[in-house]
C-alpha cells in the first residue's frame, strides 16, 4: 500500500490549486456581495480551463476529455474545493452522464459539452420528490410518436445559464409485490424547447452566486431522439453514471476544510489574549489538533473509495462513508474555525462566515447523511440477508 501522489499527480494538484489560487480567490469577495458571477469572469475562467486542458477532467481523451483517472479526478476536485462553487462551477465538469449519449446526440451534447461550448444542469429533484427520486410527480406520456411532459423540478443548480437540461421524468407504473413503483426514463431537453420554462429559485444560504432553479413542463413534446439511454431505463443510466459523483461532494468538503484549516491555525497563532497567542492555550490547540486529525481522515478514505473505482472494487458503501464523513467533518471543521476567530468569525470581513454557511448544503445534497447511512447500513446487512 503506498500512500504517495507520482509526479503527475502532484503536477495536477499544484497545477490546480494554483489556478484557484490566482483564478477564483480574486473574484470571491465580488461574488459573495453582489451574489453574481459576472459574465466575463465565468467566460475567462472557463476559456484558462480550456487552455489548461483541464476542462471535463472527468471525461475519458476518446471524447476529448483529459483522460484522468478517478482518483486523479477526486484530486482536481479536492483543489476546487477551496474555491467558491459560483466561480469554480466554471471550470466545467459536465454530467459524465452524457457519456451514455448515443447517435446524434453524440454531436448535439456531450461533445460540445465537452469542448466547454454547451452547459448542461441535472434535474431529478422535485418538491414533492427528494430523497425519494422514485416518488418523482413529473412525467412523460405518448402522444403520437412524440413524448409529452408534464410537472415540474427545483433546486436545479446552475439552470440558469445551461443550454440544455438531463431531466428524469416518470414514464409508468410497474405494480410490484411491494405495491406500485414508477418507471424513469431520462431525457435531454434544450433550453428554449416549447412549454420548458426556467425559473427563478430560492436564494440559499450556501455558495452564494452558485444559483438553482425551478423547471416547469407545460405539455413540453419531445421527440423519441431525446431520450438518454433506454425508455424507462432511467436508473440503469443514473446507476451507472451518477454513482461516483458523490465523491465530489467529500473531496471538495476535504479541500475547503484544508483552506478553513489554514485560516484557523494563523489566527490562533497571531491572536493574542492573556498575553499569549491563543493558540497557546489547550482549549484552542487540541481544536486545532482535531480539526487536522478529522480531515486527514475524510482524504484518506474519499481518495480511498476513488482508488476503489480505479480498480473496479464494490465502492458503493465506501463512497457513502466518505460522503457523510467528510461533509459531516467539515460542519465540524468551520464551526470550530469559526470559534477560533472569535466574533470575527461571524463578521463579513472573513471569509469564515461564508465557509461555515457554505458547508451546510454539503450533508443534504447528492443524497442527505441519512440517505448515505442508509446505503452504508444496507450494504452491510444485505450480504446476512436482513
Ligand atoms: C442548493 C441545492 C442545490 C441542489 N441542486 C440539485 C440539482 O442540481 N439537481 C437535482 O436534481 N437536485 C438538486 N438538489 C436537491 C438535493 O439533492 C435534495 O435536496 C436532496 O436529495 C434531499 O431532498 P429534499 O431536500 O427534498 O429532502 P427530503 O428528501 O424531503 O428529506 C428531508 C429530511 O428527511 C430525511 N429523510 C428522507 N428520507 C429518509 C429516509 N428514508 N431515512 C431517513 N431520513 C430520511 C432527509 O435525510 C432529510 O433530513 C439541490 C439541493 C440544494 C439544497
Request: contains cysteine; glycine residues 12%; proline residues 4%.
Given at each position: 500500500m503506498r500512500f504517495g501522489l507520482s509526479d503527475e499527480q502532484e503536477m495536477i494538484v499544484s497545477t490546480v490549486r494554483s489556478f484557484v489560487e490566482n483564478e477564483i480567490y480574486p473574484h470571491e469577495a465580488l461574488v459573495e456581495k453582489t451574489g453574481?458571477?459576472?459574465?466575463?469572469?465565468?467566460?475567462?475562467?472557463?476559456?484558462?480551463?480550456?487552455?489548461?486542458?483541464f476542462y471535463a477532467s472527468n471525461f475519458?481523451?476518446?471524447?476529448?476529455?483529459?483522460?484522468?483517472?478517478?482518483?486523479?479526478?477526486?484530486?482536481?476536485e479536492r483543489?476546487?474545493?477551496r474555491g467558491s462553487m459560483a466561480l469554480t462551477h466554471f471550470f466545467g465538469r459536465p454530467q459524465n452522464i452524457l457519456m451514455a449519449c448515443q447517435g446524434e446526440q453524440i454531436e448535439k451534447y456531450l461533445m460540445p459539452a465537452v469542448r466547454g461550448?454547451?452547459?448542461?444542469?441535472?434535474?431529478?429533484?422535485?418538491?414533492?420528490?427528494?430523497?425519494?427520486?422514485?416518488?418523482?410527480?413529473?412525467?412523460?406520456?405518448?402522444?403520437?410518436?412524440?413524448?409529452?411532459?408534464?410537472?415540474?423540478?427545483?433546486?436545479i443548480s446552475g439552470a440558469d445559464h445551461a443550454d440544455f437540461f438531463i431531466v428524469f421524468v416518470a414514464t409508468g407504473v410497474d405494480e410490484t409485490p411491494k405495491g406500485p413503483k414508477k418507471r424513469?426514463?431520462?431525457?435531454?431537453?434544450?433550453?428554449?424547447?416549447?412549454?420548458?420554462?426556467?425559473?427563478?429559485?430560492?436564494?440559499?444560504?450556501?455558495?452564494?452566486?452558485?444559483k438553482n432553479c425551478i423547471l416547469y413542463f407545460d405539455n413540453c413534446r419531445l421527440s423519441d431522439a431525446q431520450v438518454l439511454g433506454e425508455v424507462d431505463g432511467g436508473f440503469a443510466v443514473m446507476n451507472e453514471w451518477l454513482y461516483a459523483t458523490r465523491i465530489t461532494v467529500a473531496t471538495m468538503s476535504v479541500g475547503r476544510a484544508r483552506r478553513v484549516?489554514?485560516?484557523?491555525?494563523?489566527?490562533?497563532?497571531e491572536r493574542k489574549q492573556f498575553g499569549q497567542s491563543i493558540g497557546k492555550f489547550q482549549g484552542v490547540s487540541f481544536q486545532i489538533a482535531d480539526m487536522i486529525t478529522e480531515i486527514d481522515a475524510a482524504d484518506y478514505l474519499t481518495l480511498a473509495s476513488a482508488w476503489r473505482l480505479d480498480e473496479g472494487l464494490p465502492a458503493n458503501r465506501e463512497i457513502a462513508s466518505a460522503k457523510v464523513y467528510a461533509s459531516e467533518m467539515l460542519a465540524r471543521v468551520t464551526d470550530a474555525a469559526l470559534q477560533i476567530h472569535g466574533g470575527m468569525g461571524l463578521m463579513d470581513e472573513l471569509p469564515i462566515e461564508r465557509f461555515w454557511r457554505d458547508a451546510r448544503v454539503e450533508r443534504i445534497w447528492d443524497g442527505t447523511s441519512e440517505i448515505q447511512r442508509h446505503i452504508i447500513s444496507r450494504e452491510i446487512f444485505r450480504p446476512l440477508g436482513a
Open positions: 453574481e458571477v459576472p459574465q466575463e469572469v465565468a467566460q475567462e475562467i472557463k476559456q484558462k480551463v480550456i487552455d489548461l486542458g475519458p481523451e476518446s471524447v476529448g476529455g483529459p483522460g484522468l483517472s478517478h482518483l486523479e479526478f477526486a484530486l482536481v483543489e476546487l474545493g461550448e454547451r452547459m448542461d444542469a441535472l434535474a431529478m429533484t422535485e418538491p414533492d420528490a427528494g430523497s425519494d427520486v422514485r416518488g418523482m410527480k413529473c412525467t412523460a406520456t405518448r402522444d403520437g410518436g412524440d413524448w409529452v411532459i408534464n410537472g415540474s423540478k427545483h433546486f424513469i426514463t431520462c431525457f435531454l431537453v434544450d433550453r428554449g424547447t416549447p412549454g420548458f420554462e426556467v425559473a427563478k429559485g430560492y436564494n440559499s444560504v450556501s455558495h452564494r452566486g452558485y484549516f489554514d485560516h484557523a491555525v494563523q489566527y490562533a497563532a
